[in-house]
Structure formats: structure tokens, C-alpha cells
């Protein structure tokens, strides 16, 4: 890969001028990067005293129903034209994607898209909703920024899907190109992020959903659940608590089953009743929208009034069905307003 190639990237700092050392400031591992060495992620790499971001345009398409990002209040039962970025900062035991989460960008031999090139395949898929998820998209910052301001001009909708470990800048720089946010929280404690992560902190992490609530944005949490990642019926019932306390009864909650993978392949995948515990632990709290994800068909996949109960939205294995609620989210029984963006 030549320096020609290469796209400069953003929020890092020189800190010596002779041995060209530099800190990268995108996210909180602050990593300090020495000539021709690379930061945690792989995909940011000290050339000759510039950071470079190695994977600037790297990404797979795919036509994805929204509900699939876990998002069941934005533009539910639409299509979603997803950007599947590569490489993360965190190492999560459970990762469903490892391979891609660390991949060294310099060994990448897929096609490069320009901004440009990746919102005309969008528009043409006739999609209005562009996402960016899977691996990490905050660790190809500069490109996602870039395409989610070219899709804004557009006219496109903007959904992110992200572990939400990034400083605080960054972060608010990109929610001016975003109308939705999914973030995956992995535990409610800084040990459990250390333990099956590698590092991150829910601490700093739930500073940032507090900017993406406090932005106006669309936000959503998921956390998987499984009693060998400490993230049990208690866990679910603390970050439900929290959801309540901080930010708002509305925001919905996804507690899912995990999948097997990467280093937990010789797990058993999470109880039907540990799942049906969490999500009773979670709805105790008082929040209004708990969903649980990787039961097919379970009753708890649908959206119903906080108020009147009336079913408003039918989720399916294979169909999403908007019923009882107005174009402005209204339930159409008891005109109650709903925490749903449809227009």
C-alpha cells in the first residue's frame, strides 16, 4: 500500500518532532504510535510522523431489513443499504466477526470505495437508509464521516451502529451526519469490559450514549446476554435502571442471545429462561421498550402502547408489520406518543 493511497486521518497529535512519535486521540485507548507501527485497531499507522488511516474506503455492501441492526424504532420493516466497515478497538470473546474485526488493513485486497461511489450504489438500491456497522465504523471515522455527510445532502437517512468506546469529539462531530444510533453495550462494569474485551470502560461509555441521547438522535441499546459473561438477569436489570434514571423510560433495550463464536464456541447459547428473566428484571424498572433478540417468533419482538397496550408493531422471523401507529408516531387506539421515527 503506497503513501499515495493512503488517506491522512484525523484527531491525533505529534509528540516528539525527532523520533516522529504520535498519539492518536480517537479513542480512549490513546494509543501512541511510533514510526511504522500501527495502533490497537490495525487500521491507523504512523508514516513517517502522519497517522494514516489504513482502511479509509475498505467495506462490503449488503441490503439488509433495518431490524437486523438491532433497531426496531427507526423506519421499522424497511430496507437498509449497510456498509460493513472492517476492524475494531475492542476483542470481545464473543465477536461474530473476528476475522474482519482484525484484519490488518495492509493485507486487504477488496475493492476501495469513495464516498461518492458507495451513495450511488445506496441510492441505486432504492434504499433511504444508509448503515454503517460490523466491524467497528468509528475505526474508519474519516470515511463514514465522509459518506454520512454525502448521504445527508442526499436526502438518505443515516443509521450507526457502534461499541461506543470513542471520545467524546469525534463522536459529536459525527452525529451532525446521523440520524440513528445503535450502540452495543458488552457489560455493566469496567471488569467485565477488561475481561471479555480486551479493554473499554462502561464508565466512559455511558458518557457517550449521554451525548447521543442529549443530541436529539434516535438511540437504541443491545447487550447480549449469558451467565459466563457476567451479563445475567442482574446485569439487565442494572443497565434498564440506569436507561431510567439517565436518560428516559422510551429508550429501547435489546437483550440478546448469544451465538457462539471466537472464543466462545464451546459455550451453550443463552437459556430461552435466563433471556425471559432479563427481560422481566428490565421491564420492572419502569422502561418502556424491551425486546428480546434470538427467540424467533417470541411475543417480545413486538412494540406495543406503553399506554393502552395496543399492538402497534408485529415482529415476525420473517415480516415486520406496522399497524396501529400514525405516520407521527401516534398509537392510533389511545394517540399516545411513541418513541418511533416513520417519516
Not at 443491545?222 to 442494572?238: F, G, P, S, Y
Request: charged share 25%; hydrophobic share 35%; with cysteine.
Amino acid at each position: 500500500m503506497s503513501q499515495s493511497t493512503l488517506h491522512e486521518a484525523e484527531y491525533y497529535e505529534i509528540l516528539n518532532q525527532e523520533d516522529v512519535s504520535i498519539q492518536c486521540h480517537l479513542c480512549p485507548f490513546d494509543c501512541i504510535i511510533n514510526q511504522g507501527e500501527k495502533g490497537k485497531c490495525l487500521a491507523r499507522k504512523n508514516v513517517d510522523g502522519k497517522l494514516y488511516s489504513l482502511n479509509y474506503g475498505f467495506m462490503d455492501l449488503k441490503i439488509d431489513m433495518i431490524e437486523k441492526q438491532q433497531v426496531f424504532h427507526f423506519f421499522p420493516n424497511s430496507r437498509a443499504q449497510t456498509f460493513s466497515t472492517y476492524n475494531c478497538n475492542l476483542d470481545c470473546d464473543y465477536c461474530s466477526m473476528p476475522e474482519k474485526a482484525h484484519l490488518d488493513p495492509e493485507t486487504y485486497t477488496g475493492k476501495k470505495f469513495a464516498p461518492d461511489q458507495a451513495i450511488m450504489f445506496g441510492m441505486a438500491s432504492g434504499s433511504k437508509i444508509i448503515s454503517f456497522g460490523e466491524a467497528e465504523p468509528f475505526i474508519s471515522f474519516e470515511w463514514v464521516r465522509d459518506t454520512a455527510k454525502l448521504a445527508k445532502e442526499r436526502g438518505l437517512k443515516v443509521l450507526v451502529r457502534t461499541n461506543g468506546y470513542f471520545h467524546e469529539q469525534p463522536v459529536s462531530e459525527m452525529l451532525e451526519y446521523v440520524d440513528a444510533v445503535t450502540i452495543d453495550i458488552k457489560n455493566v462494569n469496567d471488569e467485565g469490559y477488561e475481561q471479555s474485551c480486551g479493554g473499554g470502560s462502561f464508565e466512559h461509555i455511558k458518557k457517550i450514549v449521554k451525548i447521543v441521547f442529549d443530541s436529539g438522535k434516535l438511540l437504541e441499546l443491545h447487550m447480549v446476554i449469558h451467565e459466563d459473561l457476567n451479563n445475567d438477569v442482574e446485569a439487565a436489570r442494572k443497565l434498564a435502571e440506569w436507561i431510567k434514571e439517565e436518560l428516559s423510560v422510551e429508550v429501547p433495550l435489546h437483550l440478546s442471545r448469544l451465538i457462539p463464536s471466537h472464543r466462545t464456541k464451546n459455550f451453550i447459547p443463552t437459556s430461552k429462561e435466563l433471556l425471559e428473566s432479563s427481560y422481566a428484571a428490565a421491564k420492572e424498572t419502569g422502561i418502556q421498550y424491551v425486546y428480546i433478540d434470538g427467540i424467533p417468533d417470541h411475543d417480545t419482538l413486538n412494540t406495543y402502547c406503553p399506554n393502552c397496550n395496543e399492538l402497534l408493531i408485529s415482529r415476525t422471523s420473517y415480516a415486520t408489520e406496522v399497524r396501529r401507529i400514525s405516520l407521527q408516531g401516534n398509537c392510533n387506539k389511545c394517540q399516545t406518543k411513541i418513541n418511533v421515527v416513520l417519516s
